[in-house]
Nanobody, 127 residues
Framework: QVLLVESGGGLVQPGGSLRLSCAAS????????MSWYRQAPGKERELVAV????????NYADSVKGRFSISRDNANNTVYLQMNSLKPEDTAVYYC????????????????????WGQGTQVTVSS
């Protein structure tokens, strides 16, 4: 059974930090590109960050560059999203996604290309 379980969301004040985790099981984690997406109410799901299978390459949405950092631990089948300097516009449900064949920037940014999804974790940035 494939599982992606996100954790670490919550309520944080503007300027604060959160670290999201996504624990994976049921597939060969190190063979999959891992991504974080987010979806705010009334908006489409958008790519936040991507990390390659070995963790040697990363890509970020312009809106989070310099504030967010994606990393992975292939020994423990977990991907992380460190979020700093949070803003109210970062408020959304954050999802992790996995696929073994997403390699190009175009594919990485297409949620329909991903094979597995987590259930999401709510992040709310508010004073």
């Amino acid at each position: 059974q494939v599982l992606l379980v996100e954790s670490g969301g919550g309520l944080v004040q503007p300027g604060g930090s959160l670290r999201l985790s996504c624990a994976a099981s049921g597939f060969t984690f190190s063979s999959y590109t891992m991504s974080w997406y987010r979806q705010a109410p009334g908006k489409e799901r958008e790519l936040v960050a991507v990390i390659t299978r070995a963790g040697t390459g990363t890509n970020y949405a312009d809106s989070v560059k310099g504030r967010f950092s994606i990393s992975r631990d292939n020994a423990n089948n977990t991907v992380y999203l460190q979020m700093n300097s949070l803003k109210p516009e970062d408020t959304a449900v954050y999802y992790c996604a996995a696929d073994p064949f997403v390699f190009t920037p175009q594919a990485m940014g297409d949620p329909d290309r991903y094979r597995y999804w987590g259930q999401g974790t709510q992040v709310t940035v508010s004073s």
